[in-house]
T-cell receptor, first 115, second 115 residues
Framework: EPEVTQTPSHQVTQMGQEVILRCVPI?????FYWYRQILGQKVEFLVS????????KSEIFDDQFSVERPDGSNFTLKIRSTKLEDSAMYFC?????????????FGPGTRLTVT | AQTVTQSQPEMSVQEAETVTLSCTYD???????LFWYKQPPSRQMILVIR??????QNATENRFSVNFQKAAKSFSLKISDSQLGDAAMYFC????????????FGGGTRVLVKP
């Protein structure tokens, strides 16, 4: 069964450094998402992406964040200058128009630790 | 904006017994989807069950079933014949009808299963 993959599984970085989280969505999916989950809290929406542009973003997704689909398979989330409060689990998800419920399939997540 | 509320931070159930998790939501939309996701200690997000708002019939998936009350904006999850593997965080989530809509999650309910 096709699945969303994410790399790395765990990233440790120092405050102020740039990080890029990578995702490979399911191949025929058209909609892509990033979500964040701070430890012990709920999952929060960051951004959705369709047709090579952002379709919606949350208040969390400020100028420090950016997304890109650099080729036909990868979908990346960049945090330009990480802060301690960016420490969280970051989930990528994708969905397809061919499934009536447009169900979002989640990757296993990248745990980001900012020190 | 849509909100999702899970009022039970933690629920405990004896193995083989039944537990019901509560979820309420607020929306002005008439057509939408509701989901329950399971998050085990690995933190992977696993879809348990989905409900289309236009369907009156409650969804069931093996030992998992929902009680969807559209007028009351209530969407509870019943886990029957609880197994040790059911121990996890459970998140209720809302999504509007359109293809690329984001998921809005509740705060989660931790389910403990006692042998």
């Amino acid at each position: 069964e096709p699945e969303v993959t994410q790399t790395p599984s765990h990233q440790v970085t120092q405050m102020g450094q740039e990080v890029i989280l990578r995702c490979v969505p399911i191949s025929n999916h058209l909609y892509f998402y990033w979500y964040r989950q701070i430890l012990g809290q709920k999952v929060e929406f960051l951004v959705s992406f369709y047709n090579n542009e952002i379709s919606e973003k949350s208040e969390i997704f400020d100028d420090q964040f950016s997304v890109e689909r650099p080729d036909g398979s990868n979908f990346t989330l960049k945090i330009r200058s990480t802060k301690l409060e960016d420490s969280a689990m970051y989930f990528c998800a994708s969905s397809s128009r061919t499934v009536s419920s447009y169900e979002q399939y989640f990757g296993p997540g990248t745990r980001l630790t900012v020190t | 904006a849509q909100t999702v509320t899970q009022s039970q931070p933690e629920m405990s159930v004896q193995e083989a017994e039944t537990v019901t998790l509560s979820c309420t939501y607020d929306t002005s939309e008439s057509d939408y989807y509701l989901f329950w996701y399971k998050q085990p200690p690995s933190r992977q997000m696993i879809l348990v069950i989905r409900q289309e708002a236009y369907k009156q019939q409650n969804a069931t998936e093996n030992r998992f079933s929902v009680n969807f009350q559209k007028a009351a904006k209530s969407f509870s999850l019943k886990i029957s014949d609880s197994q040790l593997g059911d121990a996890a965080m459970y998140f209720c989530a809302y999504r509007g009808r359109a293809a690329g809509n984001k998921l809005t999650f509740g705060g989660g309910t931790r389910v403990l299963v006692k042998p």
